[in-house]
């Protein structure tokens, strides 16, 4: 059930890059439900449709993707704060190429994509929220991420991952980790025991 317990948290995030007004924030309010995932549940799942994107008031989700052989990569890890969604999907109307999956129990908002847009048109508060945060969580992190992949080695990939996850690493398994490195939870197990010795 959506009430203002569990919609306090996404109005502080979204204040944090862009301060909107009680009236947009109104309008923003009807377009979004509140959802529970159990662990292990998936909240999208490879080319199907979606109609929304959401919010993780608690909890940690993976978004993965599959090669031809059935090999899983961790593309992102979205815990307490994020959006995560299909994106490029929705904007595309075209079926999801990545799954979205709970890791642990999760608390999460649903907000309707198409309303969210339409929205968006007519709120200037939000556009500035928007743009804000595509700017430091699409452009800049995975401008960043990008290179790291082309020039660093799993080391040094790893060390940006604490960086980056800095709270999450002890949440995920060596597994996942492993998978979002590009490398075999064998070859993390020698890098983290080689860094207890440095």
């Known amino acids: ?16 890059y862009y301060q909107i007004s009680n009236d947009t924030w109104d309008e923003f309010t009807k377009i979004i439900q509140y959802k529970e995932l159990e662990k292990n549940e998936y909240l999208c799942r490879y ?9 993780v008031n608690k909890g940690l989700l993976r978004i993965s993707i599959s090669d031809e052989k ?4 961790n593309k992102a890890f979205f815990n307490e704060g994020t959006f995560p969604g299909s994106m490029v999907a929705l904007l ?17 908002i649903q907000i309707d994509f198409k309303k969210y847009r339409e929205l968006l048109k007519n709120s200037e508060d939000l556009k500035l929220f928007h743009i804000s945060y595509l700017e430091k969580n699409w452009l800049i992190k995975n401008e960043s991420k990008h290179i790291s992949f082309v020039q660093q ?46």
């Open 1 to 16: 059930m959506l009430n203002n317990t569990n919609t306090k948290y996404l109005k502080e995030i979204i204040d944090s």
């Open 47 to 55: 080319n199907e449709y979606q109609d929304s994107f959401f919010f």
């Open 70 to 73: 059935g090999t899983q990569y």
């Open 92 to 108: 595309k109307d075209e079926p999801s190429e990545f799954e979205i999956q709970a890791l642990e129990n999760c608390q999460i």
């Open 153 to 198: 080695d799993a080391q040094e990939r790893y060390e940006e991952f604490l960086e980056n996850y800095a709270n999450l690493e002890s949440r995920l398994t060596q597994y996942h980790i492993a998978s979002h490195l590009g490398i075999t939870p064998t070859q993390l197990g020698r890098i983290r025991k080689k860094n207890q010795h440095m």
